[in-house]
C-alpha cells in the first residue's frame, strides 16, 4: 500500500520568499506523480504532472522534481505571493489509483 | 472542454436520509473515479469507472454505498441511510486511460445532522 507523506503540514513565509514543499512516498513503483492546488472548501487544481521516466517538470514559477529512488519529490514555487496561499497535495498514480499526502497549507503574508 | 462538473456544491441532511451526488465528467475522458475527502486530510480512494464498469471498490465504500455509471458518462454516488461520519466533500475526477493525469471537479460537501 502506497504511503505518502508530506512534510512541514503548515508553513508561512513572507512575499516573494521561495517555497520548498516535500513529498515522500514509500512504493517507487509509480505511473506518475500530480501536484495539486486546492483553495479552502474547493475541489483540487493540477498544477504538475511528472512521468515516472521524468525527474521534473516546469511551468512558470512553478518547479517540481522527481526522485523514485530516494521516494522523494519537491515543488519549488519561486518568489511567492499571497495569491499562492493554499494547500498543496502530492499524488502518486499506482495503476489506476491516486494515493494522496495530507497536504502543506501553506501562507504567503503581504 | 467545460471540466468536471459536480451537483449539488453543498447538501445538508438529517441522519438517516438518503443523498446522491452526481457528476459529469470531461467528455473524452473514460475513466471516472469518485474520492472522499474529510478536513485537514488528503483524498481518499472510493471507486472507479472505466467506461461503465466499476472495476474497484475501496473497502471504505460500505454496503450503504453505491455508484453508477450507465452508459459511460456520468455517474452518481448514492448513500442511504447517512450517518454523521459519512460528513465529508466527495470529489469526483476522470482522466484519459493513457495520460494517467487526473482532473478534478470542485466536489459535493455533505453535512449530516
Known amino acids: 500500500k502506497q504511503e505518502v507523506t508530506q512534510i512541514p503540514a503548515a508553513l508561512s513565509v513572507p512575499e516573494g520568499e521561495n517555497l520548498v514543499l516535500n513529498c515522500s512516498f514509500t512504493d517507487s513503483a509509480i505511473y506518475n506523480l500530480q501536484w495539486f492546488r486546492q483553495d479552502p472548501g474547493k475541489g483540487l487544481t493540477s498544477l504538475l504532472l511528472?512521468?515516472?521516466?521524468?525527474r521534473e517538470q516546469t511551468s512558470g514559477r512553478l518547479n517540481a522534481s522527481l526522485d523514485k529512488s530516494s521516494g522523494r519529490s519537491t515543488l519549488y514555487i519561486a518568489a511567492s505571493q499571497p495569491g499562492d496561499s493554499a494547500t498543496y497535495l502530492c499524488a502518486l498514480l499506482n495503476d489506476y489509483k491516486l494515493s494522496f499526502g495530507a497536504g502543506t497549507t501553506v501562507t504567503v503574508r503581504a | 472542454d467545460t471540466g468536471v462538473s459536480q451537483d449539488p456544491r453543498h447538501k445538508i441532511t438529517k441522519r438517516g436520509q438518503n443523498v446522491t451526488f452526481r457528476c459529469d465528467p470531461i467528455s473524452e475522458h473514460n475513466r471516472l473515479y469518485w474520492y472522499r475527502q474529510t478536513l485537514g486530510q488528503g483524498p481518499e480512494f472510493l471507486t472507479y469507472?472505466?467506461?461503465?464498469?466499476?472495476?474497484?471498490k475501496s473497502r471504505l465504500l460500505s454496503d450503504r454505498f453505491s455508484a453508477e455509471r450507465p452508459k459511460g458518462s456520468f455517474s452518481t454516488l448514492e448513500i442511504q441511510r447517512t450517518e454523521q461520519g459519512d460528513s465529508a466533500m466527495y470529489l469526483c475526477a476522470s482522466s484519459w486511460q493513457g495520460s494517467g493525469e487526473l482532473f478534478f471537479g470542485e466536489g459535493s460537501r455533505l453535512t449530516v445532522l
Open positions: 469507472f472505466q467506461n461503465e464498469a466499476q472495476l474497484e
Open positions: 511528472i512521468q515516472s521516466s521524468q
